[in-house]
């Protein structure tokens, strides 16, 4: 799946936007703070490319767990293990 175009929104104001939602492994950390009382900005989308970036050309998760709740863990507290990708010989 390239994009959650079920998640996507048309906006007039890309600067006031509110809405908190995203893939697991793909949410900017900022957009799973509760506290957060900052409108999301176009910034999010480029963490999330950076992510699928990542998966594009190393073929693994910049975030990993077992289940959702673990991927959405690593991804709030921006937990990336990088030492299965430093195992493997990457071209």
């Known amino acids: 799946k390239l994009a959650d175009f079920g998640l996507s929104l048309l ?6 936007c ?6 697991p492994g793909y949410v900017p950390p900022e957009i799973m703070k509760p506290s957060s009382t900052q409108p999301v ?7 999330s490319l950076g992510c699928m970036m990542f998966r594009l050309l190393t ?4 975030f990993n767990g077992s289940d959702p709740k673990s991927i959405l863990k690593a991804n709030k507290e921006f937990k990336i ?3 299965p990708l430093l ?3 990457v071209s």
């Open 18 to 23: 509110n809405v908190r939602c995203g893939t």
């Open 11 to 16: 906006m007039k104001n890309v600067d006031n």
């Open 59 to 62: 073929g693994m998760r910049i």
């Open 87 to 89: 195992k493997r010989r």
């Open 41 to 47: 900005t176009p910034k999010v989308d480029i963490f």
């Open 81 to 83: 293990d990088l030492l």
